[in-house]
């Protein structure tokens, strides 16, 4: 089924390229000529995708023969080869963008997922993504971060309670007090779930570790004050930081002993790694 | 049609959201409640998207009402509210994260393209967009281009003959020059379609000009190449410039006078503007 | 979107039952006729999906107006009408078959449901239903069960971890015990969901409280043995109880002191509820 | 296209139940481990729906191996195993719940089936289904219906003219009578299609008879008034009993001669068979 | 769910044709201009398909006023105007070719029909259509040959028993006579069909008739054969011409007494009706 | 890709034929019968779309053995074998018509097309399609004109700039003229695209090439005007002639010296060509 997701994504993005109404090579290339080509580095960063890539193959001609040479996970270096493709030139040139497309975006947020977890090796703390997703792409971005070494943080709006200041907001307005939401969601969540809260202050975090939530999420919290809750929470909860932090200030927010460090940054603003295709022929 | 093919992006990112499944809501806010929220600008930048927005509002809500206060193009400020919505409080959570990604990420590239326009500003050159897009969005990633300033270049590959270096390898290979590719291309491509070809020294560019190519693409060309170029079209031929411009780059290389800048990294790197939806309540 | 997603599964059993191409009605009824009719139950019980009803008429014919009559949660009784329905005498024949067999199906599952919760009415336990669901129809089905009084386990795969006696086997085969496995699905599963178990004896239920289990489910176990386990568990853990319980043995199964029973039944033997449609005509 | 139809039913309840995000699977099963499992039987009825089970193995994984060891309208007994599957643990385990969902339906239908077939056996007469049928599947329960040895009915709105107290309803407030109601609808309906009426008098089955009715169906009536019926149409036309059947009604209903029963039941309230999936594993 | 299905088809064909990327219309006409269009006639025929014409212009842009002038099934005559279009000129620009489309195929087929209805007219048989349509379309095509006069032969495989040549050689090779193959088709097909058999001799036919054959298919017969059958079947079966009938020969084939003529060229080699749009301008 | 564009047809063509219930066959054809069957030309024509029929028999069983025994844009004689298919004679029965709907329809085309490809044989002018097609089939329909030796005009909207006369009409009201026209549209048409203009007159023409239209349509112009026409542009733009061109007149319009024949009845009005299959059995 992941295989399936991947196809039909695979294939709607074939689609608005009209690849089999690539005119120019319609044009040009002989039906029959074979060749060969390689996927090629360009600059320096972590693959994440080489599967995608050689499903946009198949996708568009399911005899080109797709050889991949580093796995998801691989540090590239420019000029590293990192799949072999085989077979009619016309399907390897029809496929080639869509399959870039998919590879240099994925191995663009491994890339920044890892330069995050690198910045706070050693410790124990996790780099979590968001749901800041490219809309329709979500899966493949949430499997880039893990290829990048990163955890991920909720699929979506059905697999995880969190509790945010729209929601407090909207509850404070008729007088409901956080420990009193907290309550609340326990009773009408469901019972598989925890419960997650954000708040902004030393006084929410304890209010919300005192209702018993799960875990605390501190949204944009100075370094003193996170350390203020993590002590107040001696482990009954897990706390995670989140909003506005930076590589530069990454280490610091996790050595004030947050459990998890969510970074919006890794899928919406990661920059895509330059990879292309070499075209070689008989 | 331009709506219907929204709608489908909009709907298909609602589903992967699970937003009919948002078991935070479902919890917590009270069916009957009403209020108001607005869309908040975080950050400088051009907006894109606004219409997008909407749509994912109405999608889950078709009773929301959205007001538009800023229209697509339009510089905004931190600060600036950009529409504002009405209506239940939990239809308006549950689009919350959807709409802000696509309006995050359509204005992070009118944004970036914005920036290439402003540096070109003054001259008769235009700044387009690649085929470089995140799968299943170009036909909004396009869109934004246009909103900054920017030009499109083909949507895809039926709607124009472009002769890249793989197919001058896979042609080569067979013995056919370049003058003779772009003659084979005049003659079997479309004959409602221009024949670009792209080309790497001033010796390809001349050939491609004898042979009547209708655009001609400096690929990673020196500034001194691209004048000459220029100089040996006369208008002949469109010249377009294309390869590792960056924003400092960008205004020398229009001042040799070519016609077309395409750049990449409009839509493959563009980062995310920073946009947030605010909640009030009655 | 939750009116998308029903509108989606109304149109596919429209399509499936040719509501287009209706010979008898096309051979018979003048286009222009109008007429009443009103959906009218056969027997007793609780009324659910209504307002899938209203949308299969309105799916058949925009124009048609529905009044539904008695809400969702409602109890039936032989004869009540529960909605009325008037407009094309055309539309409204093409639409009744579609619109009884959703509402007699939920319907049934609500009314299963509750006789569930009457029976253990005065305790804090909470029935439960299962993913043993229709095929396609989870959805409307979980949403049955809420109508009936019921409470939602699992939606899918995707949103509670649920460690059951296969992956038990499969661990164990590899020299993994009960609580390793827990502990390990702490580390790897995702840190916004509970951990739950199934196990099948007291002692099983004691290392899976140990290991800190979430939730625990007591598959097939007796009362004795049950009592036992809440007993252990002084509320560390939610306790779950869960195959083979019947209308006859649910009251007593609450009486141990467990805090969820989960019934499969709700929704893969439910019998649809007798409601049918009666037109009258001017 | 049967298989195309399968495949689009089994990937919809696979999407359905997210098993390509199984959280407890992703956790704990190591991605290489492979093994065995059966479906196996755990009460008494007739299998229906085993290469149904076998498609939803193989759209997790094409990969699995599966052996189906009992056929489609066999008699089950608790404890036979009806199919073996190989392959990864993983697979096995994202596949389990749909895979039974589909089987103990159908099964339950076919196994409901064949008790209505068996009550009435050494007769000519036929048991048939209904159009009341769990949307979206009415092509599988229509398939585990033959299955359990009984005969369909129209499939859809499309292939069978069939005139109910509704129809007529809405004529008789025109002032049409039964007899020209069956002449209207030979003239108007496809000629390829026999005409079916509803009745409720055999003064109304008289009257069908001399209009040409092809097929009477007596809905509700009585042992002596199905008799008579019969009796009068002397194989003019097929007789159909109808409503409120039961297993224990079905023979003297068989006896008064009529040539058809159909049942509701058969599909709308059928239980469940019960069926589980076993692991092994090396 | 007419609509439902005609919608699709139109977008699906609004799709095919990019109207959303109308490169012209674009660079062209201001967003804002508004002006007149009329659909009109260009030579004479029956008009079929006004309706999804003007589905045509509202999918494109749902605020477009479209007032149908002349009603299906009526006869055009050169300068016509068939429908008047009011609203913006973009979007009744990219409309044009998709509505026309549509109209001048339909209308070539309900005035190819009308020619042979004409061509018998004064008698009682039917001039039938066949399952020869364009691959998408039949719903359509079907429709236009009911607007032109034609009645409507089996929908598809399902809702008629049609035992052709094919059939009898499939047969045949295992010893099954034509009177034996017709019984085997009454015990198991859907006893609510009737029975259509395929003859090419007197014999066969009579054979047929014996065996109880509901309709009888002369295929290819000549002029003399017909009227033996004719006078064989006495009413007991519908006699249906098929195979080679011309407009030239049609009227012939009726007075030798058939009910039915099926004409496969009324929609496999209709010629479209010349239709175009007439834009007026403020 | 291609071939996923080609099998959605096919299914939905299937689907559209409901070949899953084909009741005759399911009443009549052993499930294990197996044979032979030809697909046999039946009139005088060229080949097309023989691929498309292997894709329908394959869709309906993956079993089936087919071979090709003629290729595209061969002449078909009456009585010639065009492929052998082996396998379920059910499967073979099921497939039968859709099949022939195809690659009759096709085939039909590709004949037309040739007849105008032959009427001009021995000049440089070449024949095109239009967007006339049956909706839906565009792609199909115009890959039967190539095979028929014809060439494809535009695909749809998006891949070609036609000004045709409601555009001038749209501008015309706003006073902007025929050479200011061409100018805006190579202002804002996409850079990669040519400029063609629709006109009437000789004047128009002139003005048309003084703008530098790349190609200039003559709609419904005499034989004298168009070689005026041809004159005057001497190589400086293409030129089409377009409108009522029949078999009859198309010489003598080449002879005018134009370099495109666009014609609409290559795919609105061709004739099915005569194609059948044929059983034997063992």
Redesign the interface.
Known sequence: ??E??VEK??????????????????????AS?E?N?YLVGKSEGILAGIGVATTVFH??DSALRVKELVADGSRVHPGDRLAAIEGK?ASI??A???A???L??LS?IATETAMYVEAISGTKA?I?DT?????????LEKYAVRVGGG??????????????D??L??????GVGLGE?IK??R????????I?VEVESVEQAQEALSAGAD?IMLDNMNLEDMRQVVELARGRA?IEASGGITLDSVRAVVETGVD?ISV??LT?????LDIS??????
Chains 1, 2, 3, 4, 5, 6 share one sequence.
């Open positions: 089924m992941w399936k997701q994504l695979v294939d709607s993005a074939l689609a608005e390229d009209s690849v089999w109404d690539d005119v120019t090579t319609k044009a040009l290339i002989p000529q060749g080509a996708r568009v030139v040139l029809r080639e963008r869509v870039l497309n998919f240099q975006r663009g996790l979590t749901r800041k997703t490219a809309p329709g792409l979500r899966l955890h991920n943080h909720r699929q979506n709006l059905g697999d995880g309670v969190l509790i945010k729209n929601h907001v909207a509850l404070g307005s008729r939401v609340k969601a009773q009408h969540a469901p019972h598989t779930l925890k997650e875990i897990l998890l919006g940054a919406h603003s990661a920059k895509a295709l070499e075209l070689e022929t008989r």
